[in-house]
Nanobody, 120 residues
Framework: QVQLVESGGGLVQAGGSLRLSCTAS????????MGWFRQAPGKEREFVAV????????YLADSVKDRFTVSKDSAKNTVYLQMNSLKPEDTAIYYCVATKDGQMRNIDYWGQGTQVTVSS
């Protein structure tokens, strides 16, 4: 089993920045992708960002790619989501994920989620 522990959520003003962290523990493998989904109230869960295990390949959703950055510290088994120029529509529960599915369709592990609230 793999456990994902998240931190960094909170309340910020529009235009501000926030960094989320997620550390994987347990039996992890180098082929796992790690990334982030989010779910806003009344909306479906949506993909946000992903990194390969080494952190040298990343991909972000169009809605955030100009404002967010995903990075990976392989030595610490930790993935980060740096969120800049935050908007109220970014308000959601953010979930760290780990999977071996390159298309991020079947998620193997989910974090507990961390609330991000952006006030206008």
């Amino acid at each position: 089993q793999v456990q994902l522990v998240e931190s960094g959520g909170g309340l910020v003003q529009a235009g501000g920045s926030l960094r989320l962290s997620c550390t994987a523990s347990g039996r992890t493998f180098s082929y796992y992708l790690m990334g982030w989904f989010r779910q806003a109230p009344g909306k479906e869960r949506e993909f946000v960002a992903v990194s390969n295990w080494s952190g040298d390949s990343t991909y972000l959703a169009d809605s955030v790619k100009d404002r967010f950055t995903v990075s990976k510290d392989s030595a610490k088994n930790t993935v980060y989501l740096q969120m800049n120029s935050l908007k109220p529509e970014d308000t959601a529960i953010y979930y760290c994920v780990a999977t071996k599915d390159g298309q991020m369709r079947n998620i193997d592990y989910w974090g507990q989620g961390t609330q991000v609230t952006v006030s206008s």
